[in-house]
């Protein structure tokens, strides 16, 4: 009755790809913070299954805790995203990553 | 006495940190200890002249301390033949530039003596290294300061920043394949040492032979040496650097560079790359003649584009390209006859040849660029003749080439006087310094390599058209015209050698007409040197 | 292990986090702004200083683990002192940095102690997990310093670039992480490590997609090329002393994990096509591209960041070519952390130029140094020191450095370790023209007519006699460096 | 006592040494003190010079090889294990040498304390200096002949080379109006080079010696074993190192002598003041060649009829009568001495070159006196005119008589003519110069010449010593011959264009007899012009004695050089039919327009001996042009390919590839491609710059790519073969 590990890895590897591309085309900065989430949501997504089928000793529950934490510096990080880009928005009026250029070359 | 190169090769740093403690406002006391503290090295490095053995092969004053214990690098210090008149000659070039900038030098006074002591210090540190890494160490030490010199104190119109990069990177160049090769060498050997290395290896010596009989690894360590000098030598084609570097440098600086930069190739080649790598160097010189051929090229291509030359100072930069060929030749011979029991004498007399050709080369084109300096102190030019725009010499209705000075002779006749004896003895005048080296060049050359020696006196003739033709024929000979001085000069002053520049010079002069009469001191020195290497 | 034995194994580790907390608490009540611009930093210096004591103190201590997941190892306690030095050099160059640019200055050092906080736990993390939180706790903090100018376009741009860059590479790290955790069933290293070195060959493909998503983390917070992109416009954006503090004490960061990931964890796959072609891919890459386009740049503190790149390829080559089993002292990895150890004074020399010059000026322009010994001897002294050292001419640290990584490379002797050392020193050939593209500027060209001398202030001026002292002292005896270097590659759990 | 005074033979050329430092160090702005100092010097050496060469003369038999010890080291330098010995030495040749040399130096030395204008207000501003030169020029002289070695005798001989140098171009602010006419600096240059070719081919021979033998010292190279090592071990093929190196050795005095073809700088070196004439074309620099072969003569006959010999032989003699035409054309009194001493330095080289050792050494020594003689009478001659035309340049009124100041030219004979009245001593002397030139009975220059002569017949009737062929005998005596008829055509025609007649120009009627001390060395000299044959007649042959015993070392003692009267009887009838000739042109009907009456009848064949066969345009075109050409060839490569970075970048940069693909070679690869890198590398760094476009998704996107590559590279290297082979295809 288990739903087999490649599953869940399949669905974590779309779950990441959709991530990443959505971090690599969007062009709003909260978009692309977006997709990390996503991707941060994928490897939670494999920790668990890991967690669920490959570890020996499931007692020390490591893969949970990694995913837990996962979750909390997300978290932390998207805090920290946000900020920028208000700060961003503040001096420009404007979160579009496309617009973010004026250091180049 | 272990202390003796060490001293002399500090005792200019310790200068450095007193010129630092005295503010720059103060320039007096800046050159007066400049100055002073450079006589200290000369000597030291006078005293080492006469204190060494020459009867005995081998290093004297030989000092070995721990430096890095880990990578088995030590401090260690020795002077045999070769180094003692090297490292007077570096002394005293040093001396000499200081005594004359104090007169010439009108900015920057406090950084300029700060680096030409710095510059000295890595000069002379080279001379007596007998470790590869020390010696590395050294060798780049002195790049900084002469970059430096060049870049700072150059004529604007010279381009002195880009010359000034161009030598640092054309060295730098070299010699990191070099430290690729040090590395090699001790990863195969186990000692950065180059009195083990140069006497430990061969099929018999302790240490095998080199890179284990590896012939790839040896060949290319033994071009990563031979580049890094061969571009300081510097060798055709590696030569480059060398005329916009001479050009651009002050007058003490294109000295110092002519006069001992250029001996640190020189100095390798005979201390590193031909004991450590003789059968390599010999299967160029001999089996495959790549390096004689490079030789005989710098040698007559050099003095080729002396004759087509109209900067003066540049025209005595590339002649040096042209008589450091002579050095490459006598050391090709002396690899070439290396190891072959009939050839050692001539091998040694072809590598004395090439240790003097180094020292007179020092002495006489260090003079000539005090010269130039002399008369581009009064004319603020440096052209032989009349240039237009394109830097192309005018000419008048008979085609003959207007020359910008002329008549020196009459006017200065001081400077004439020694302006030739140094120029005759560049063009290797008998019975002055220069000559003795040709000769025995030549001499080791015609046993070993007899073609390429016939070749290569060739290169005298050129030598003597430049020198009596373009140089001292446009700056001394002919009328003097004061309206063309005047319009050359923008009205300068015209006045014959003053006393600093006669101090500067006789010292020059003095040994290019004693060692060019009694050349036995000096070869005792090199011979002792040589009898190492090629005797038995 | 009792309280107090663990108390004194993270004694450095909670001496910042204490420091950061008083500094921040401190800030905010005392009301003198006048006292709190010296006051503030001081304190701060102070703490590091207690931090910095407390590591010397740890040394010597066999190596072991403390709460589970952190080890306390030569190795560890060498980060340390990097971490500790990199962070004090930058607060002593920030106090004047600072003083017109932001309100907010104590916020800004208790960041800083906290950055330093993250990566003294990063180089002692000795699990997945710790791993991953030390490398986030570092970023953040470095996304939010970078940034710290919010009314600056540059500053702003620079923190949410990072920031960008930073939280996609860190999350497919991450996800690499996760493999390798799924491959092994392990967040332990050296757990994961025997389990690979057991492994089969359906483990071999999971692994291998772990460590080249891993390296993508480890190189990004590294700066090894192509995961550089966003180093020269961060680079340029952020306040200064935060550049500062990035292009050393992030970068050593990188490289501790990036050692004690692979060497613990996955020595197995050094080997065919494991991580050491990878790494040597990316040393190659990057001494080339930071190289050659470090050449046309104008502003140096871009400059910088593109040597900082090529630098990362120099320091790397130690790493991939190191060695165990060798009488002698070219291990490769102590090459490495010796590098590391001249470059903390090298870059930071430099970089303290720099920041004093911006202070007084506001510029960084390479062209507006011009003339600069004529200004400022001190300034123009120091950062010739530096750049010299950069370019690696003996006498310096930075010359020790690349002796010894390319001593590794040559004593490996493979022809692609060969290749290496070939293109080190090619490379760092061109790097020397534009090292001293900025000597030139500083010496030969003269400076503007209306050109007033730069002041320095005294913090400033110890930052500068510090790192000069470092690179000279490093550069002329190497010896104790030597052993240290060699003494610290000793790693909790090192499997080869 | 004879031991002391050799023993210090080799402070002979020390004595004008010093003089040469006093003077230039420190008493260059005394002239009568300076003066003094170089008659010193000389006179020392003279002293010492005669008492060594009469002693010589007396107790010869010391000085011949089994016993002689006169190799004398001074000091050597260490060559590897071995050393190089260098010294003096003293045997008959050196002691002969040592009678002719510093006499005929002191009296030009005395002489030119006249010329160089002492006393007077247009004193040479450089006249110290001048007697230093040639207290140097006497030193390297003095020295050549005294030394033991080939190396020290090539040190001496191109400090000579220097001194001529600067003595030729003593007037080097001197400029003509006419641009074609050699200026004293070029044609100081023109000396030094053209000779320096010579000595660098002697040069070679000398190292190829060294390498050979190991010792350049005289005794070693030339003992008997020696020589016939170097006789019979090969240089290539079957050619034997003796040959080979004596070959070199004479292209060494091919140059010093002004042998053909390196004869062209000699008559430009006229440009000097005259005593420097004297000195280079008659005691010194030009014999130097003649003796280093007398010198190193048992090389050259160390393999028997080797074509050494043959060459020696030839060129001698072709030059004897090559340059004997070119004097017939030449107008400058001071040139057609100029091409005599050409000429008969070709008598005594060719004289060597068939064997006739002593003959040759005899001419040499006579030459000298009487071709300083000559020299310094024609110098005399200048200096009357010159004063001459200064004289009627001031007194001259009106436009006729008054010529371009700068345009008139005191050298030339068709401006002289009846000088014989004005001035008597430098005229009789004169004449007594050109008698003995001519080989007129009994004057020197008829023993001497009658000797070579006579013994270049007598190889064509019996066969020469050394194998010398008859035939080269008979060529050597005919071409010989035909060039006493020419000495004595021009020498004839000197004399009347310059002593008979009228004067042609005010100048010349003005002209004034010179001051004592120049004309008592014409007195002097004279004298011994008439009475030095005396030492070598036929009947009392001292010099043949002397000398011949230093030919001992030889291997064959030479034989007696016997007196034909048939020989001397035609010779000397030749050379009256000479005079007689010259009388009938220039004597019988005294010029009066300054035009020769050859040059009508000749037509283009007196243009082209009046161009000297138009070598000098030859050699400009073939040597000196080219050689010019490609110095600029190599500067331009050097400086505007290879040193200026190429502007244009890297369009230049990609036609630059294509041609240098298209043809590899001719193309500047040398450094060219140094800068090349840079360019590539600039280049590169500017395509790099462009992917960093600031905006940080198309960062991440190449971190993502990376990342796929690295992955697909893993994926590839481990599956693309199971891959394949799934497909079939592995």
Known sequence: MDVPLSWYLVVAAALFCIGLAGALSRRNAIAVLMGVELMLNAVNVNLLAFWRHVEVVKATLSGQAFAIIVITVAAAEAAVGLALAIALYRTRRTVDVEDVDLMKL | MEYLLTLITFTPLLGVLLVLLVPKDDERTIKNLGIGISFIPLVLATYLWFAYDKGQSGFQFEFIADWIPAINVNYHVGADGLSVPLMFLTALLTTLGLIYSSYTIKQRVKEFFLLFLLLEMGMLGVFMSLDLVLFYVFWEVGLVPMYLLIGIWGQPKDRPQYSAIKFFLYTLAGSVLMLLAILGLYFYHGTFDIVQLSQGLGSEGPLGLVFGGNSALAIAAFWAFFIAFAIKVPLWPFHTWLPDAHTAAPTAGSVILAGVLLKLGGFGMLRIALPIFPEQFKFYCWDVPIIPILALLSIVYGALVCMAQWDLKRLIAYSSVSHMGYYMLGVSAAAAGWGVSSYSDAAAMASNGAALQMFNHGIITGGLFFLVGVIYDRAHSRDLALMDAEGNPLRDKDNKVLPAFGGLGKMTPYYYGIFLVTAFASLGLPGLAGFWAEFFVFRGAFEIMPWFAAFGVLGIIFTAAYILWKIVQYLFLGDFNLERWKEVTHDAKLTDLMTFEKVTMWPLVLLMIGFGIYPTPLVDFFNSFAQKLFGG | MNLGETLRLLSPELLLLFTGLVVLIVDLIWGDEEKKTIWVPTLSLIGLGAALAATILLWGTPPTTVVAMMAVDPFALFFKLIAIGTVMLVTLAAIPYLQDRTPYRGEFYALLVFACLAITLASSGTTLISVYLAMEFLSITSYVLAGYLRNDMKSTEAGIKYFLYGAVTSAVMLYGMSLLYGATGSIYLAEIGRMVAAGGSGLNDLTVVAIVLMLAGFAFKIVLAPFHQWAPDTYEGAPTPITAFLSVGSKAAGFAILMRVLLTALPAFRYDIGWMAFLMALSIISMALGNLIALRQSNIKRMLAYSSIAQAGYISIGFITLVSNVQGSFLGMNGTLFYLFAYLFTNLAVFSGVIAFESATGSTEIADFRGLVRRSPLIAGVMMVGLLSLAGIPGTGGFLGKFFVFGSAIQFNTAQTLTLALVGVITSVIAAFYYLNIVRYMFFEPADEDAQPVVVTTPVKVGLAVTTVGILAIGLYPQPFIDLATQSIQMLGMAF | ?730
Not at chain 4, 307 to 318: D, M, R
Not at chain 4, 581 to 604: C, E, H, K, M, S
């Open chain 4, 1 to 730: 006592m004879t031991e002391t005074f050799f023993n210090l033979t080799w402070l002979i050329p020390l004595f004008p040494l010093a003089a040469f430092a006093i003077i230039v160090l420190w008493t260059n702005r005394h002239r009568l003190l300076s003066t003094w100092i170089a008659w010193i010097g000389i006179g020392l050496a003279w002293i010492l010079g005669w008492i060594v060469f009469f002693q010589a003369w007396g107790g010869f038999e010391e000085l011949t090889p089994p016993t002689h010890k006169y190799p004398v080291p001074l000091f050597s330098i260490p060559t590897g294990t071995t050393s190089l010995n260098l010294g003096f030495q003293v045997d008959t040749l050196t002691g002969v040498m040592l009678f002719m040399v510093p006499f005929v130096c002191l009296m030009i030395f005395i002489y030119s304390k006249g010329y160089m204008n002492y006393g007077t207000k247009d004193v040479d501003p450089r006249y110290s200096r001048f007697f230093a030169y040639i207290s140097l020029f006497a030193c390297g002289m003095l020295g050549l002949v005294v030394s033991d070695n080939f190396l020290t005798l090539f040190v001496f001989w191109e400090i000579m080379g220097l001194c001529s140098y600067l003595l030729i171009g003593f007037w080097f602010d001197k400029t003509y109006p006419d641009p074609k006419r050699i200026t004293p600096k070029e044609a100081g240059l023109k000396a030094f080079l053209t000779t320096r070719v010579g000595d660098v081919i002697m040069l070679a021979g000398m190292l190829l010696l060294y390498s050979q033998v190991g010792s350049l010292t005289f005794s070693d190279v030339f003992s008997q074993e020696t020589l016939e090592q170097l006789a019979h071990t090969y240089a290539w093929g079957n050619v034997p190192w003796a040959t080979f190196i004596a070959l070199l050795f004479f292209g060494g005095a091919v140059g010093k002598s002004a042998q053909f073809p390196l004869h062209v700088w000699l008559p430009d070196a006229m440009e000097g003041p005259t005593p420097v004439s004297a000195l280079i074309h008659a005691a010194t620099m030009v014999s130097a060649g003649v003796y280093l072969v007398a010198r190193s003569f048992p090389l050259f006959v160390a393999v028997e009829g080797g074509s050494q010999l043959a060459v020696v032989a030839f060129i001698g003699a072709f030059t004897a009568i090559f340059s004997s035409t070119i004097a017939v054309a030449q107008n400058d009194i001071k040139r057609v001495l100029a091409y005599s001493t050409i000429s008969q330095l070709g008598y005594m080289i060719a004289a060597l070159g068939i064997g006739a050792y002593v003959a040759a050494v005899f001419h040499l020594i006579t030459h000298a006196f009487f071709k300083a003689l000559l020299f310094m009478g024609s110098g005399s001659v200048i200096h009357g005119v010159e004063h001459g035309h200064h004289h009627s340049h001031h007194h001259a009124t009106g436009p006729e008589g008054h010529e371009e100041e700068g345009e008139f030219d005191a050298n030339d004979m068709m401006n002289m003519g009846g000088l014989l009245r004005r001035m008597p001593v430098t005229g009789w002397t004169f004449i007594v110069g050109a008698l003995a030139l001519t080989g007129i009975f009994p004057w020197a220059g008829f023993w001497s010449k009658d000797e070579i002569l006579a013994d270049a017949w007598k190889t064509f009737q019996e066969g020469g010593h050394f194998g010398v062929t008859a035939n080269w005998g008979f060529f050597v005596w005919l071409l010989l011959t035909i060039a006493a008829f020419l000495t004595a055509f021009y020498t004839g025609r000197q004399i009347f264009l310059t002593f008979a007649g009228k004067p042609r120009t005010a100048a010349a009627e003005h002209a004034p007899e010179s001051v004592p001390s120049m004309t008592w060395p014409l007195v002097i000299l004279a004298a011994f012009a008439t009475l030095l044959g005396l030492a070598g007649t036929p009947w009392a042959n001292q010099f043949f004695e002397m000398i011949g015993e230093s030919a001992v070392i030889l291997g064959e003692r030479l034989a007696h050089g016997e007196f034909n009267l048939v020989i001397a009887l035609v010779s000397s009838g030749v050379a009256l039919a000479g005079w007689v000739v010259a009388w009938l042109i220039y004597g019988f009907r005294p010029l009066t327009v300054p035009v020769d009456p050859l040059r009508r009848p000749l037509g283009p064949i007196y243009t082209l001996l009046e161009n000297k066969y138009y070598f000098d345009e030859i050699y400009q075109a073939g040597i000196v042009r080219p050689a010019i050409r490609l110095a600029q060839a190599c500067y331009t490569f050097d400086d505007k390919v290879v040193i200026d970075p190429i502007v244009d970048g890297v369009g230049r940069f990609g036609r630059w590839l294509s041609d240098w693909l298209r043809r590899a070679v001719d193309n500047p690869i040398v450094d060219g491609a140094v800068n090349g890198v840079g360019r590539v590398t600039t280049w590169f760094g500017e395509f790099m710059r462009a992917t960093q476009t600031g905006k940080v998704q198309n960062y991440l996107l190449v971190a993502a790519v990376t990342v796929f590559l690295l992955v697909a590279l893993y994926v590839f290297r481990t599956y693309l073969p199971d891959w394949l082979s799934a497909l079939g295809l592995g």
